[in-house]
Nanobody, 121 residues
């Protein structure tokens, strides 16, 4: 069994910062890729950022580039999303996803339940 758990969401004022965490646990051999998505009312779920086992990473939303930073701690099976200078448009539910090779050496996609980010103006 593999589980993804997000944390770090909350309510902040515009211009503030949050750091989201996503920790994978369970029958893990290695994590191939970890990704952040977000979803807000009236919008589809969109890819925010991703990072691979080899350390390749990118922030994929143009308006977030320069404000968001994705990183990882491989020893803790944890991915982070540092979000600075937040705006109300950044509000939404942020989901963690990962492609993980389990101890049987089979790779599968997993999803966390999400964490709410609300930016007030």
């Amino acid at each position: 069994q593999v589980q993804l758990v997000e944390s770090g969401g909350g309510l902040v004022q515009a211009g503030g910062s949050l750091r989201l965490s996503c920790t994978a646990s369970g029958s893990i051999f290695c994590i191939n890729t970890m990704l952040w998505y977000r979803e807000s009312p009236g919008n589809t779920r969109e890819l925010v950022a991703h990072i691979t086992r080899d350390g390749e990473s990118a922030v994929c939303i143009d308006s977030a580039k320069g404000r968001f930073t994705v990183s990882r701690d491989k020893d803790k099976n944890t991915m982070y999303l540092q979000m600075d200078n937040l705006t109300p448009a950044d509000s939404g539910v942020y989901y963690c996803s990962a492609n993980i090779k389990n101890l049987a050496l089979h790779s599968h996609d997993y999803w966390g339940r999400g964490t709410q980010v609300t930016v007030s103006s």
